[in-house]
């Protein structure tokens, strides 16, 4: 027996009628008793009937995820398969989130079905039901199938991108948080992208973010290059694709520059002042405002030099990069510190050294150049310290200059010293002015030092020896400084001596054997030699050849003059009168309105012709008939036989007579008695 317990009323036919549920007896079926309450005060009569039931159908397996996307699911319901009885008239689908909370029942009519506007990257828990005609109706949800849904692209990049702190090396940005909604997938990660130049190349870099979560996030980029253009954005990126924010340029703050580069810094160097240049850092980090330069001496080579108050401070402005430092000391080294600044402050200090030059030493003043003591070959003088400047005195020179004369005196003669040494023994040889005659280490003179020019004694190598009476000298003393490479000299004239009245027969000392002045002698004996024996021979050789020149001239006036007789006699019968009259008309004229003294006559005769010349001169002339005869007859014969060649005398540089025109009008009397002969002959 079971329990009948109440159940619900319900009216049948207007009596209340009570229904109860009898436990389940002998398997899953239920029975039904309706119990008919007539009166209240009447018994219940009660009638058991077992009623025939139909169990409600649920399927056996789980749907099956055939694709999957951001927003939909599809599925095969995978329904064939249940508990319970059929047949099947409806199929539902219920899907839920894995918090439980159902979302939907979507009704099923294929086998295949598509689940959409679901959210990307979730996770969810889908189940089928079933539903049979009348008893039973509709099963429990089937065993679920839980599937999670992709992400999809994020909305958009982050917004309100903006920059909080800016430093030299390091800038802060901050940008609008953002949820589910604008990344649409739980796994996400946001990125800062940044660019700028490096010594003019570009350099991106990429850093993640991990302050998401924040109210305000922000995300700081450092190392940084100060006063550099940077280019900043934000990337949101998840497993299906990424969205940018816009892009910030950003300039980093300024900071102190670098250090100005050593390799720039130059220094030209005087014996007073240093000239420095440079040129700006490399790195400025900003606009360079100023140059801050400290020099300060450090050494010198006078040891008699104070350092202490050699030291100073220059600014030069942003478009300056050079100074010339004066009232510097000689022969000192001077450290030089340059730095550059910004609005931030002074960079990194650059350290260089720069030495000034030596400068000659400062002789003492000589008001007078009168000699202590002077006598024919010596003269004695006072040598005084000299004043270093830069560099001590190494050592002090006397040196001796011959006063030789001069074709031309300057105006202003400008003292130079003697920087080459000179001996005694060479100055001969080399034809030099001076010589050194004494040479002194600069701890002898530390005191006036009264010195003899011309003792003959030796001084540091140098032969002091006896000056000449007969010539007139100048003495210098010098001081020598070296130091650093280098070498000054300064020098003073100390005394003069002049050249003695009368020559006396003092022969010049001798001097000390020297191999070089012995060879120098050998040498010039030979060329002298050599030069006297070729100007010999070539005044011998040229009286040859004037010798030889005037034996040809004279055979030739000879053969020439026998020659013109011959024919003048042998065309005087052919002439007759008329060159007879010709020749007695030039004899006893004179053609230029004078009488001759003594005039050349032509005898004829009848088959010689004679000439008679007479020994006296025209008296207008300077030579005589003979010769002025011979330069006018020309060597032909009347059968025109070739001549031989002769000398022109004109060629060789020495004087003849000159032609007058009366003779030449005679000679041409003469060339027209003799027949077939006139100029062409005369000239060929």
């Not at 619900?8 to 036919?13: G, I, V």
């Not at 980090?285 to 080579?301: M, P, T």
């Not at 003959?456 to 010539?471: D, F, Q, R, V």
């Not at 053969?559 to 020749?583: F, H, L, P």
Request: charged share 20%; hydrophobic share 30%.
């Amino acid at each position: 027996m079971a329990l009948v317990t109440p159940g619900h009323n319900c009216q049948e036919d207007g009596c209340p009628i009570t229904t109860a549920v009898i436990g389940t007896l002998g398997g899953p079926n239920q029975y039904h008793i309706p119990c008919l309450l007539c009166t209240t005060d009447l018994p219940c009569y009660l009638n058991l009937q077992l009623l025939s039931g139909s169990e409600p159908p649920i399927p056996i397996a789980p749907p099956q995820l055939t694709a999957v996307g951001a927003t939909y699911l599809w599925i095969q319901l995978n329904a064939n398969s249940i508990n319970g009885d059929g047949p099947i008239i409806e199929k539902e689908v219920e899907y839920r989130t894995m918090s439980g909370s159902l979302i939907d029942n979507q009704p099923v009519d294929k086998p295949n079905h598509k689940i959409g506007h679901l959210d990307p990257d979730t996770e969810y828990e889908i189940s089928v039901l079933l539903t049979r005609p009348n008893e039973g109706g509709t099963g429990a949800p089937g065993p679920p199938l839980r599937a999670r849904t992709k992400c999809a692209d994020p909305m958009h990049g982050p917004r309100r991108l903006e920059v909080v702190d800016i430093k030299s090396r390091q800038i802060t940005v901050r940008w609008e948080p953002f949820g589910y909604n604008v990344t649409r997938c739980h796994t996400y990660n946001l990125t800062v992208e940044y660019r700028y130049k490096v010594n003019g190349k570009e350099e991106t870099r990429e850093e993640v973010c991990y302050e998401l979560q924040s109210p305000t996030p922000q995300h700081s980029i450092r190392n940084l290059s100060p006063y550099t253009n940077v280019s900043v954005k934000l990337v949101l990126r998840n497993r299906e694709g990424e969205k940018e924010s816009q892009e910030l340029d950003v300039l980093t703050d300024e900071d102190v520059p670098g250090a100005v580069p050593l390799d720039s810094i130059k220094g030209s160097t005087y014996e007073e002042k240093i000239a420095l240049k440079w040129r700006e850092p490399i790195q400025t980090y900003g606009i360079i405002k100023q140059y801050e330069i400290f020099y300060k001496a450090v050494s010198s080579f006078d040891p008699e030099f104070n350092l202490t108050n050699q030291s100073g401070k220059v600014l030069k402005t942003s478009n300056e990069t050079s100074h010339v430092f004066t009232g510097l000391y000689p022969g000192s080294t001077y450290s030089f510190t340059i730095r550059a600044s910004t609005v931030k402050g002074y960079g990194s200090p650059s350290f260089t050294q720069f030495t000034t030059k030596i400068s000659s030493p400062h002789m003492p003043g000589y008001d007078q150049e009168t000699p202590l003591n002077q006598t024919d070959s010596t003269v004695t003088v006072l040598l005084k310290p000299a004043q270093s400047r830069g560099a001590p005195v190494s050592v002090y020179q006397v040196v001796v200059e011959e006063e030789r004369p001069r074709r031309a005196q300057r105006t202003a003669e400008i003292l130079r010293c003697y920087p080459i040494p000179i001996h005694f023994q060479n100055a001969t040889v080399l034809s030099s002015p001076y010589y050194f005659t004494a040479e002194f280490p600069a701890s002898r003179v530390h005191n006036s030092l009264p010195f003899t020019i011309g003792d003959n004694k030796t001084y540091e190598g140098y032969w002091n020896a006896p000056l000449l009476p007969h010539k007139s000298y100048s003495i210098y003393y010098q001081a020598v400084s070296k130091a650093n490479g280098e070498t000054k000299i300064d020098c003073v004239r100390v005394a003069t001596k002049g050249a003695a009245t009368s020559k006396p027969d003092a022969v010049e000392p001798g001097k000390p054997t020297d191999h070089t002045v012995k060879i120098a002698g050998v040498i010039a004996g030979i060329l002298l030699f050599v030069i006297i024996f070729l100007g010999v021979v070539l005044v011998m050789k040229k009286r040859k050849l004037a010798k030889k020149r005037k034996e040809t001239l004279s055979s030739s006036t000879r053969q020439e003059m026998t020659v013109m007789v011959n024919s003048m006699d042998k065309s005087y019968t052919e002439q007759g009168t008329n060159c007879d009259e010709a020749i007695s008309f030039m004899d006893t004229h004179n053609l230029n309105g004078r009488t001759v003294s003594s005039p050349s006559s032509f005898t004829m005769k009848t088959n010689t012709l004679s000439t008679s010349v007479p020994n006296t001169y025209y008296p207008d002339e300077n030579h005589t008939m003979t010769s002025e005869t011979s330069s006018l007859v020309q060597s032909h014969t009347h059968s025109f036989k070739k001549r031989e060649a002769v000398d022109v005398p004109y060629q060789t540089g020495q004087l003849h007579p000159a032609i007058r025109v009366a003779d030449l009008l005679q000679h041409i009397t003469q060339m027209k008695c003799a027949e077939g002969y006139g100029f062409k002959e005369e000239y060929e």
